[in-house]
Structure formats: C-alpha cells, structure tokens
C-alpha cells in the first residue's frame, strides 16, 4: 500500500496535518500510541488559547462548528505586576475584532478533529500503533507498523514526526536540538472563582515567576503558575485549601474569590528547537519541531499555521504533489522561516524578561505601562498574538 504521507503522533499537531492532507485528496495514514483519549471533567481539562488564525484555519477545515458550542472567547488580556503600579490592556475591539482568541478543552480538541477525521475517506488512523521499522529509498519510506497484535508493512512518500517533545522518531533521525532551560517550573491546575469572568484572561508577573488564568468554563479559570523548582513542588503538595489561599496572594482581589482548585500537575519549562526539521522525505511538525515556553501560549498556535502552509502549498499546485519531494519540503521550511522565527524570538524574549530575578520589578512593571502607551506597539504585539 502506498500513502502520499505517514505521520506518527496522533496529538492536536498530527490529527490537524492529517485532516488538512486528507481534504485535499491526499492518502494519509497517521499512527498514535493510545488507543483512546483520556476522559476529563471540566474541572480537571487541560486547556489551550486558540489565536484568531487558529480559529480561521478550523473554521475552513470544518473543525470549527464541532469546538464553537464549548469555545470560551478571549475578549481582553489583562497584564500586570505585582506590587507595581501598571498595566497593559490588550482588546479584540481595538484590533475590530469581537475576541483575541478562544480557550477550548485540548481534549475536546483532539476529539473534534478525531470525528472529522473518521469521515474523510482519504484518511485511515491506527490506534494503538507504533513503528517498529523503516528503510528508505529515494522514491518512498518503507514501514514496517506495529497495531494491535498484526504487524503491516506500508510505503509512504512522505513520513512525519508529531510524536511530542521527546520525539523518538527525530532522535533515530539523528536530529539534534538546541535546548533552552529557563529554570522555572508551571503547576497547572483549574480553579473555581463564583463571579463572572467576563471573558477576560489574566497574566499578572511575579516577583519571582509570573501567574496566568484563562477564563473556562462557568466560573472556571485554568491557572498556570510559573515558579522556581522548590517552590513549584511545595505549591503541588499543598492542601487545596492552603493552595488557595497562596494562589490568591499573588493573584489579588481583582479576579475574585478561589473556592475551589482541581489537582495540580507541574513540569520543567523549556524551549527545545530542532536543529533541522525536514530530511530526505521527512519531516518534524509540532513540539517535535518546535516546543515553546507556554508564556505566550503560541505552541499550538505555531504549529497550526505550520499546517495551513503544508494546505496552501498542495491546493496552490495544479496537479497532485510529491509531498516528500525536497522542491516541496524546501518551500515549506523556507515559507515558514519568518513567522517561526518571530514567534520563537517574542516567546523566548517574554519568558526571558518577565520571569527574570535580575530585572527590578519597576523596570518591568515600565515596562508593561510602556506597551500600554504606546499603541502601535501594542497593535503589533495584539497581532502576533492573534497569529494575523
Ligand atoms: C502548560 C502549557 C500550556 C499551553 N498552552 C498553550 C496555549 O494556550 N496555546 C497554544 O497554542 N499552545 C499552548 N501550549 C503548547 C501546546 O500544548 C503544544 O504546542 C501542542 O499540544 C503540541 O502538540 P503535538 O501534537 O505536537 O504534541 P503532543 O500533544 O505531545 O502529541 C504527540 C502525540 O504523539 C504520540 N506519540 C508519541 N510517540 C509516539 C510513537 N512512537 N508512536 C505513535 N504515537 C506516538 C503521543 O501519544 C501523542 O498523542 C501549551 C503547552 C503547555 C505545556
């Protein structure tokens, strides 16, 4: 069996390749680990800030009307510092938008894309399948899979590696990567605040670390913490009530009373950039190419817009394309070269800056008026991140 392309690593990253090939008649076979999405409640879901682009690319994909019901929208950003007087307002009205972006359930996500996925007839999913050998030529990869308790021997054009931050299939690749710690640490966790939120996401800096909500569903906020080692870890171990209550410390009063917390969960921050992400009929998309500090909240973002180019590229071409070839490859790495690398520069400048213990707070809290004054600046900052 030939497919046009093979991608491992059925995430938001691989299902959305898989769907925008698939439209465009293009024979994708994609292969996840898992044999089925984890379920979570409200309280417990891992959230995710989907730009104004985002949401543009999932609407023409048909993705869009499946999330819309559930979506949260981002009408304004409010940016402070504790302890400092200042602030930055960033608003969808001053860019003539009704919303910055939109906070939906990743699993929600993954599980919209799948269903779309299952009715498109140029798309077949393996789960729970992994690679166990490839060789190739210079015509096609030759695969042998792994699924269930069968193995299948496939060819494709083109093989992909969505398979995360720790992608195995890059490291065999021989890929390196250039890997940035910032030295901090984010404890995820949902918490319950019983006043409206009004649309409104929070991303107030610390003296040490910065706090992040985004408004989720009812009275929900996802909180992301970005702390030291030490402290992340003391912040996990304790009681909900004693979490609260250190929580709304550096919060302050103006997001309102925490009542509740889910479990917390905390992992090392980090910016990994693949030294290369395309081979001989290969290619690295999503955090296997690029892992971002979560800051910005532009991974996912990225990594969408990554997507659309591989769409544009193939409905631009008159006739159905080599997708592995290396003209096609090369005008896919060349096209995104700018948009990542600006993005990649603002995320790293951002977790840089604001979560340095070297800068006195007034210095950024200056900082943050600054931006606020200074509105071409802000329209272009507003826009970034809105991924236009
Ligand atoms: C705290 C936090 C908050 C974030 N918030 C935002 C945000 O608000 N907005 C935004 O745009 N981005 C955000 N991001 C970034 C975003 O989460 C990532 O960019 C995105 O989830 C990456 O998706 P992916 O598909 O590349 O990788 P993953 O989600 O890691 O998917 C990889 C998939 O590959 C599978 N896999 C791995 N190995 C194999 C194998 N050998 N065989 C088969 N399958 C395999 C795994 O099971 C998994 O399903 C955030 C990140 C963090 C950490």
Same mark, same amino acid.
């Given at each position: 069996?030939?497919?046009?392309?093979?991608?491992?690593?059925?995430?938001?990253v691989?299902?959305?390749?898989?769907?925008?090939? !698939?439209?465009?008649?293009?024979?994708?076979?994609?292969?996840?680990?898992?044999?089925?999405?984890?379920?979570?409640?409200?309280?417990?879901?891992?959230?995710?800030?989907?730009?104004?682009?985002?949401?543009?690319?999932?609407?023409?994909?048909?993705?869009?009307?499946?999330?819309?019901?559930? +979506?949260?929208?981002?009408?304004?950003?409010?940016?402070?510092?504790?302890?400092?007087? !200042?602030?930055?307002?960033?608003? !969808?009205?001053?860019?003539?938008?009704?919303?910055?972006?939109?906070?939906?359930?990743?699993?929600?996500?993954?599980?919209?894309?799948?269903?779309?996925?299952?009715?498109?007839?140029?798309?077949?999913?393996?789960?729970?399948?992994?690679?166990?050998?490839?060789?190739?030529?210079?015509?096609?990869?030759?695969?042998?899979?792994?699924?269930?308790?069968?193995?299948?021997?496939?060819?494709?054009?083109?093989?992909?590696?969505?398979?995360?931050v720790?992608?195995?299939?890059?490291?065999?690749?021989?890929?390196?990567q250039v890997?940035?710690?910032?030295? %901090?640490?984010?404890?995820?966790?949902?918490?319950?605040?019983?006043?409206? %939120? %009004?649309?409104?996401?929070? &991303?107030?800096?610390?003296?040490?670390?910065?706090?992040?909500?985004?408004?989720?569903?009812?009275?929900?906020?996802?909180?992301?913490?970005?702390?030291?080692?030490?402290?992340?870890?003391?912040?996990?171990?304790?009681?909900?009530?004693?979490?609260?209550?250190?929580?709304?410390?550096?919060?302050?009063?103006? /997001? !309102?009373?925490?009542?509740?917390?889910?479990?917390?969960?905390?992992?090392?921050?980090?910016m990994q950039l693949a030294?290369?992400q395309?081979?001989?009929?290969?290619?690295l998309m999503g955090n296997a190419a690029h892992t971002l %500090?979560?800051?910005?909240?532009q991974g996912l973002?990225l990594s969408?817009?990554d997507?659309?180019?591989?769409?544009?590229?193939?409905?631009?071409?008159?006739?159905?394309?080599? /997708?592995?070839?290396?003209?096609?490859?090369? &005008?896919?790495?060349?096209?995104r070269?700018?948009d990542q690398s600006?993005i990649i520069?603002?995320t790293d400048?951002?977790?840089?800056?604001?979560?340095?213990?070297?800068?006195?707070?007034?210095?950024?809290? +200056?900082?943050?008026?600054?931006?606020?004054?200074?509105?071409?600046?802000?329209?272009?900052?507003?826009?970034?991140?809105?991924?236009?």
């Open positions: 069996m030939l497919y046009d392309c093979v991608i491992v690593g059925g995430g938001a691989g299902l959305s390749l898989a769907l925008a090939l !698939g439209q465009q008649q293009y024979k994708v076979l994609l292969l996840e680990q898992n044999a089925q999405f984890s379920k979570e409640t409200d309280l417990d879901a891992r959230t995710i800030a989907l730009s104004y682009a985002s949401v543009r690319i999932y609407t023409e994909m048909g993705v869009w009307e499946k999330l819309r019901p559930r +979506a949260i929208p981002i009408e304004r950003v409010l940016v402070t510092m504790k302890g400092q007087y !200042g602030a930055c307002r960033l608003n !969808g009205e001053s860019e003539g938008m009704a919303t910055l972006g939109y906070v939906v359930g990743l699993r929600e996500l993954e599980q919209a894309l799948y269903e779309t996925l299952t009715t498109q007839p140029f798309v077949e999913i393996l789960r729970p399948a992994t690679l166990i050998h490839r060789h190739s030529s210079p015509e096609a990869w030759h695969l042998k899979i792994q699924h269930s308790a069968a193995n299948l021997t496939v060819n494709s054009t083109l093989l992909v590696a969505a398979d995360g720790t992608s195995a299939l890059r490291q065999e690749q021989g890929i390196s890997k940035k710690e910032y030295g %901090h640490y984010a404890v995820m966790a949902n918490v319950e605040i019983p006043s409206k %939120h %009004h649309f409104t996401a929070y &991303e107030r800096f610390l003296p040490q670390g910065a706090i992040a909500l985004l408004p989720w569903q009812k009275d929900l906020y996802t909180c992301i913490w970005t702390t030291g080692k030490e402290e992340a870890e003391s912040l996990v171990a304790l009681s909900p009530e004693d979490f609260i209550q250190r929580c709304q410390q550096q919060c302050g009063s103006r /997001i !309102g009373t925490i009542i509740t917390v889910s479990k917390r969960s905390y992992f090392p921050l980090q030294s290369q395309e081979s001989a009929r290969f290619l %500090h979560p800051i910005a909240a973002n969408l817009r997507v659309w180019q591989m769409r544009t590229q193939v409905i631009m071409a008159n006739e159905k394309k080599d /997708i592995g070839c290396e003209r096609f490859l090369n &005008e896919y790495i060349q096209s070269k700018k600006r520069f603002a400048a951002i977790a840089r800056t604001m979560s340095s213990d070297m800068l006195p707070g007034w210095i950024r809290a +200056a900082g943050i008026t600054f931006l606020d004054c200074l509105s071409p600046l802000k329209h272009k900052f507003t826009q970034v991140g809105m991924g236009i």
